[in-house]
Structures are given as structure tokens and as C-alpha cells.
């Protein structure tokens, strides 16, 4: 606990510092003249300098959209007497944002003899968007990993050439979206991590899924090069039919080396323009990133510069003048990828489908990615987000990912969370976000010890989640909650309340006797999937495959003892229940009571059908 406060930049030493700390905190709302952010609900009006003690009221004054000038009536003042300074009393006056503020980021600015102040006043909706008709219609669509989703033009892995048409055709088979895992930037150089929910920055995209051949570019090289690009494609499709593990490494090596020709490619005025106007937009976190990822090619695993890696304002100028153009290959590599993902979810509602694209939203970043270096001032260093032990994991977990800071975070206004949301919506017509019980509270494991040891700090979550509601609303985004694990029972409920939909698990939904949970007993404001991305894929759940998977050597012992009575008590014909309850229903291959092997096309992978509403038929 100590360590989780020190991590929070509360002094936390013995017993005396501690109550040193408490006293500072009480002392905080009389510090600062108004606090860096106060998120409210559309219609509701706040106190933005309200202390959070009981205090005696002050008269109203004043409007946020004026001013007071000098010699106005401030009302009458409340006063508090600071705890860790020379004895002296603080006064305050007090204003009331009004309810009629329309959504969105406002500013607010306070100034008094020599002093002057200035914060964010957030006005969020009550909910987030779900328009009537998806919950009427009642949705359904599929799942994919993208980097297995290879055609004959991909590179070894699946790329946003292959998400476009993947969408199309899931439209045409009648899906109103696609689920695909995060889209989020890995590193520059190889090795490359393999998993997806260890990004390196959640607010940019993975160049591994550019496809090379659709960046308009390559027409204009000379047709020696445009041979020999092709001849180099050559070798990564080969990999496509391979049925062995993704070689991310080879494949990036491959890449990348074709995107260097065509970014020294000439671009036409129009290009060149939109090229500016992404940098533009996208500011100093563009910047910061590309930064980063120059700075990681050019030092490939060997220790960066102290100076860099603390990033020290002028080294890192510095760098940035002398490396301009790896600075600049890399915002434009972005770039790339985001018109190929916007194309993707062009196609997808071109098509007919009426969300389109589902993107996921990582819980975190790797400790040494470009998220840590470049926004370390509001994360907490020394600490790990992870999960307590449970039935699942009799050790807990620690996902190795450094967590928000709350305090640094309020600080910073959320700013630094919004810009995440922003990257996460903006080509989206639905956003899963993974584990937001974490924007509620986060099991913290402290830097050498064991998961058994964290402890739980809890988040605003009030302002986290109105946050999100209101990027979501400006985008016309859905949002869905992943809302499995260790949660306090009102949680689901509140998400419900503000317009995010939960998630509903057919493989864990269980009756009182363990057999499979009917879907019309599910719970409404739900997506509903047969499988989730860590856990066996449909067809091979369907077939049993997981359980000799589990009694492999370091498979859980709790895991293959239930997996032992499933597979063989359950149906007294052998079936598992879940293929037994498909086949009763005439949803088998053999129909009611089919005893046939899952259908071919059931066999793509993680693809499985859910709908954004829960009551299933």
C-alpha cells in the first residue's frame, strides 16, 4: 500500500509522514484557485473550487462565460486555515457553472491581485449513443484477428487492404459489424511483440498492417522499382498458406524496406498537403512519437542516452533536428495507416453494414514504449496493472503495463485519456473496450512483488466514463464495456445507465447445475460473442480441441479436472453440452440432435456471431 501511494506522489514513509500527507490533501482545493478540470453531466450545473470537506456556503457569483472585474462583490468568503504552512486563512468566493453549457471542452479562468488561474470545465452526456434502430434490429457480426487473416495479395500477415474486404463481405453475408483486435503501433524494429494488447502507444496504429501496393505513391515510382517491389512481395506471400506462427520479424524486415522507397517517392501537391494537415492535427503527439520511434530504430535494444531516456527537453531537440527526416518517415507511416483504416471502414458501411468497423481499446502500453516514454508524467512508475487471484489465475496476474496515475492525471485535466479515446474512435462505428473496470478501480502490483500482494486504487470514474461518453458522442461511436473479472456488483448497472453496453460470454455463462445459460436469459445492453480473443475459438470449443490443449505439461490442474468432467459427464451421448444445446435448437450441421462436425466455414479462425443486444432468441 505504501508503495501505491509513492507511486501516486503521496509521501508515504511511516505513520508521521502519512498523516503529514492527509493533512496536505485537505489542504489541496485551498492551494489551487480552481481545479485543473471539473467534468459535470449535461443539465447539471457544479461548483468547479467546491472543497471536498463540509464548509459553509457562499453566496453565488458570477457567470464562467464573463468575468469579475475589479471591486465586484465576490459574496461572502469562506475561509480555511492551511495545515502545512505558517499559520493563515485562505478565503474563497465561489461561482456555479450553469446546466444550459452546451457538451464539450470548455475553459474556465480565475484571476485575483497576482494570481491567475485557469481550467477545464467538461459538460459530458447523459449517455453515450446507441441509436434506437441497433437496438431494435439487434445486430450481428463477426470476429477476427487480423494478422491471421490473410489473402493471396497480404504479406505473410493480415493487413487493412484485408480488413476492407473482410468487411464487404461480411455485409454481404448480412454482419451490421466487424470486431478486430487492437490496431495499435508496435515497435519500429524488430522483435516485434506478438501480442496485441502489449502496444507500445495506443494513440497510433501498427504500420505491420499497411498494405504496401494501395499507397497511391507507388504508381509514380519508376517501373524498375515497381518490378522489383513486386519481386520482393514475393517471398512474405509465400507465408500466407503457411499454417506455422506468424513471422512478424521477417515480415516487418520486408516491409518496411519497401516503405522506404516509396516514402522517398515524390508526392503530388494534393498529397503533400493532406500529408501537412494530419501532422497538423495530430500535433505535438505525432511528434512525440515519431521521436520515439526514431530514437528506438536507431539504438535497436542497445540502452538509450540518459538523456534521452528521461527525455531532457533539449536532448531531445536536439535529436529531433538532427534526425528530421526519420522523425518525419515515421509521422508519415501514420499517416499511411490511417487513411488505409478510414478506407476499411469506408468499405465496410459502403457495403451495407451499419456499424462497420469495432475496434478494441488495449488496457495499457508496454513499459518501454513510446505511450511510456513520452506520457511517463502521468503514469505511475514502480507499478504494474494486473488482477487479483481468482478461479481463473490462482496467482493472479500482472500484465506489466504501467497504469494511469490518478492524481497526475486530474492534473493533466484527462487530457492525456481523451486524446487516447479520440485515436481509439476515430475510424470506429462501435469501440470494445478491453477491461473497463479499470477506469472504475485497478488492482496495482507493486514493482518485485507477487500479484497476491497489489492493491486495488480506485479512479474517478464519473469523470472518466463522461469522458468517454462525450468523444464517443462526437464520433457516433458505440461503445461496449468488457465488464468480465472481479467487479463490484453496480458497475455493470452504471455502464447500462450511461449508455455502454456490457459483455455477455456464452462460454461462462453458466446455469446452477453448470450447463450452458439459454441465450434468451442473458442480460439486455449486451454484446454477446461465443468466445473472446483469449480463450478457444469457436469451432475448436465446439470440437473439444482445448481440452487435450489443457492437459498439455503447465496446464491449469483446476481447469483440466472441470474440462475432464465436461467433456465426458455432461451428455450421456458424448456430445459437450454447448454442441448438445446448438443441435437441439436445429443450429447443428445434422440439425436437431446433429451429431455432424462444425460446419467448414466455422473453421476461419476466432469468428464468432454476437449482437450489441442481449436478449438473444
Not at 496504429?205 to 515497381?226: F, G, H, K
Not at 481499446?361 to 506520457?375: E, I
Not at 468432467?565 to 447443428?588: E, F, I, K, N, T
Not at 462444425?598 to 454476437?610: K, M, N, Q, T
Request: glycine fraction near 10%.
Amino acid at each position: 500500500m505504501r508503495a501505491a501511494l509513492t507511486a501516486m506522489g503521496v509521501a508515504a514513509g511511516d505513520d508521521d509522514v502519512c498523516r503529514g500527507s492527509l493533512a496536505a490533501l485537505a489542504d489541496l482545493p485551498w492551494v489551487r484557485v480552481v481545479p485543473p478540470v471539473t467534468v459535470v453531466r449535461a443539465g447539471q450545473s457544479a461548483q468547479p473550487a467546491r472543497p471536498r470537506r463540509p464548509w459553509r456556503p457562499c453566496r453565488r457569483h458570477g457567470d464562467p462565460r464573463g468575468r469579475l472585474g475589479p471591486g465586484a462583490d465576490a459574496g461572502s468568503t469562506c475561509w480555511w486555515s492551511l495545515a502545512r504552512s505558517a499559520p493563515r486563512l485562505v478565503g474563497r468566493a465561489t461561482f456555479e457553472i450553469p446546466g444550459d453549457l452546451p457538451l464539450g471542452w470548455h475553459r474556465v479562468e480565475a484571476a485575483t491581485t497576482g494570481l491567475r488561474a485557469r481550467g477545464y470545465v467538461v459538460v459530458t452526456p447523459e449517455r453515450a449513443p446507441l441509436p434506437a434502430r441497433i437496438r431494435a434490429r439487434r445486430p450481428w457480426g463477426l470476429a477476427a484477428q487480423l494478422y491471421s487473416v490473410r489473402s493471396e495479395r497480404s504479406w505473410g500477415i493480415g493487413d487493412f487492404a484485408d480488413l476492407a474486404d473482410l468487411g464487404a463481405l461480411s455485409a454481404a453475408a448480412g454482419a451490421d459489424f466487424l470486431q478486430v483486435n487492437p490496431l495499435h503501433a508496435t515497435e519500429p524494429v524488430p522483435p516485434i511483440e506478438p501480442s496485441p494488447y502489449l502496444p507500445t502507444s495506443r494513440r497510433f496504429l501498427s504500420p505491420l498492417y499497411i498494405r504496401v501496393e494501395d499507397i497511391p505513391e507507388v504508381a509514380y515510382l519508376p517501373s524498375q522499382q515497381r518490378a522489383v517491389l513486386e519481386w520482393e512481395a514475393e517471398k512474405p506471400r509465400r507465408m500466407n498458406a503457411s499454417t506455422d506462427r506468424i513471422d512478424r520479424d521477417t515480415v516487418w524486415r520486408l516491409k518496411s524496406a519497401a516503405l522506404e522507397k516509396i516514402y522517398e517517392a515524390p508526392r503530388p501537391a494534393g498529397r503533400q498537403a493532406a500529408f501537412e494537415a494530419f501532422c497538423l492535427r495530430e500535433g505535438h503527439a505525432l511528434e512525440d512519437f515519431a521521436t520515439w520511434s526514431s530514437i528506438a530504430e536507431a539504438h535497436r535494444g542497445v540502452p538509450w542516452p540518459d538523456e534521452l531516456a528521461s527525455r531532457l527537453p533539449a536532448a531531445v531537440e536536439a535529436w529531433r533536428e538532427e534526425h528530421a527526416d526519420r522523425v518525419l518517415y515515421h509521422a508519415w507511416l501514420q499517416w499511411i495507416c490511417d487513411e488505409q483504416v478510414g478506407r476499411a471502414q469506408h468499405a465496410a458501411t459502403a457495403s451495407g453494414m451499419d456499424i462497420g468497423l469495432m475496434t478494441d481499446l488495449a488496457v495499457g502500453v508496454h513499459p518501454q514504449g513510446a505511450d511510456a516514454w513520452s506520457l511517463g508524467r502521468v503514469l505511475a512508475s514502480g507499478i504494474a496493472v494486473g488482477a487479483p487471484p481468482d478461479m481463473y489465475n490462482q496467482h493472479g496476474q500482472s500484465w506489466s503495463q504501467p497504469p494511469w496515475q490518478p492524481r497526475a492525471l486530474e492534473q493533466a485535466a484527462y487530457l492525456p485519456f481523451r486524446d487516447v479515446v479520440r485515436a481509439a474512435v476515430r475510424h470506429a462505428g462501435a469501440l470494445r473496450i478491453d477491461h473497463i473496470l479499470g477506469l472504475f478501480r485497478q488492482w496495482w502490483v507493486p514493482e518485485g512483488h507477487s500479484p497476491a500482494d497489489g492493491v486495488y486504487v480506485h479512479f474517478d470514474h464519473e469523470a472518466l466514463i463522461g469522458i468517454l461518453a462525450l468523444e464517443a458522442e462526437r464520433a457516433g461511436t458505440i461503445v461496449i464495456g468488457e465488464d468480465l473479472g472481479t467487479l463490484e456488483p453496480w458497475v455493470s448497472d452504471y455502464l447500462n445507465a450511461r449508455g455502454l453496453l456490457g459483455t455477455v460470454v456464452a462460454l461462462f455463462e453458466k446455469q446452477h447445475d453448470g450447463s450452458p445459460t439459454p441465450p434468451e436469459h442473458y442480460r439486455a445492453d449486451a454484446l454477446v460473442s461465443v468466445t473472446v480473443h483469449d480463450l478457444p475459438p469457436t469451432a475448436a470449443y465446439l470440437a473439444g480441441e482445448h481440452i487435450p490443449v489443457r492437459k498439455e505439461p503447465g496446464a491449469d490442474r483446476r481447469r483440466r479436472r472441470r474440462d475432464r468432467h465436461v467433456r465426458g459427464g455432461a451428455c450421456s451421448d458424448g456430445r459437450l453440452p454447448a454442441r448438445a444445446r446448438l443441435d437441439d435448437r436445429g443450429l447443428g450441421r445434422g440439425g436437431p440432435r446433429g451429431r455432424g462436425p462444425p460446419p467448414r466455414h466455422a473453421h476461419a479462425g476466432s469468428a464468432d456471431r454476437g449482437g450489441p443486444h442481449g436478449r438473444g432468441r
